[in-house]
């Protein structure tokens, strides 16, 4: 039902704590910093919201930490212009939608590792949950008025790869999975293992360093250049099914299959249609997100409290 750009926006709800959670913690009464027609946000929501966007562990100048906050400041407002035009329209997340998407995100992770992550964030799940039916209000609200009323064209897209052909010139590629163990030692007793038949994928997943070891060390298809030079010396020079010797880069001791090849070509309309339907909805989309959010803001009341920051 979204789009990119709505899913975007929808984790930077997210990432912002809501008013009411600053409320039930029993914080003192904030100035206004931001009122978007009937909806307000403090300076201390504000505050908290901006810190939680912050890269951890970075130091930042007073001019880029400035830039920062007048950029996420621009964000907060275009949420509050999103959220009272829900209001106005009379747009709810119902109840089965909300456990909906609740559920969902649930079993993205392993047992127990879902509070852990609100943990981290100290934030209670009856917090998660308002920020969840909010991020979902404003997809919802989107959806209705921008994204329902967009549509691309068979037209649109033969004659967007006709004018650029060139885009669809897909270079050689190779399909590969790796091993990745932390010495030479490791590394030879693995191939050993390999060569006496054992199951490439089978064998990364047991032993494998690499986060991609998950999925037997399958690296997928790419070309030249889309990894270190190491990997690229070797996998292109190998045959489909035969496995390489220990290669050595700074990410440790790695073991190559290759799978598959695909020889250099370009892609013909029917092959790289739904990637220019993607590119052109998605186009399409933000131009006009970008209007739609220029018309609110052009009726809307906002009132800015500069002095505050």
């Known amino acids: 039902m979204c789009s990119m750009r709505s899913k975007t926006l929808l984790v930077l709800i997210f990432l912002c704590l809501p008013l009411l959670a600053c409320k039930e913690r029993g914080e003192a009464a904030s100035p206004v910093l931001i009122r978007v027609e009937n909806r307000s946000v403090s300076l201390e929501q504000f505050r908290r919201e901006f810190a939680n966007t912050l890269p951890v562990g970075q130091e930042l100048s007073a001019e880029e930490k400035n830039q920062l906050e007048r950029a996420f400041l621009v964000q907060v407002i275009d949420r509050e212009l999103t959220l009272a035009e829900a209001e106005r329209l009379h747009v709810q997340v119902t109840p089965a939608e909300l456990e909906?998407?609740?559920q969902e995100y649930r079993t993205e992770y392993p047992d127990g590792a879902f509070d852990e992550v609100l943990k981290e964030r100290d934030i209670s799940f009856a917090e998660w949950?308002?920020?969840l039916e909010q991020g979902l209000l404003v997809e919802k609200v989107m959806h209705q008025a921008v994204d329902a009323r967009i549509a691309v064209s068979e037209p649109e897209v033969a004659n967007y790869y006709r004018e650029n052909r060139d885009e669809f010139n897909r270079p050689e590629q190779v399909r590969a999975r790796q091993i990745v163990v932390g010495?030479?030692?490791e590394g030879q007793r693995v191939l050993g293992l390999l060569r006496q038949g054992r199951p490439f994928a089978a064998v990364a997943k047991e032993f494998s360093l690499s986060p991609d070891a998950e999925e037997g060390g399958d690296l997928g298809?790419?070309?030249r250049g889309q990894m270190p030079p190491e990997f690229d010396q070797v996998v292109f020079t190998l045959a489909p099914g035969?496995?390489?010797d220990l290669v050595h880069?700074?990410?440790?001791?790695?073991i190559f299959l290759v799978e598959e090849r695909?020889?250099?070509q370009r892609l013909s309309l029917e092959q790289a249609r739904a990637q220019i339907r993607e590119q052109l909805l998605a186009a399409k989309q933000e131009q006009a997100y970008q209007a739609w959010l220029q018309e609110l803001r052009s009726r809307a009341k906002i009132d800015m409290k500069w002095s505050l920051l």
């Not at 880069?249 to 790695?254: A, F, I």
Request: aromatic share 16%.
């Open 183 to 185: 010495s030479e030692e």
């Open 262 to 264: 695909r020889p250099a």
């Open 242 to 244: 035969r496995i390489s």
């Open 249 to 254: 880069s700074e990410y440790g001791y790695h």
């Open 129 to 131: 949950r308002q920020e």
């Open 100 to 102: 909906q998407a609740i």
């Open 221 to 223: 298809f790419f070309a």
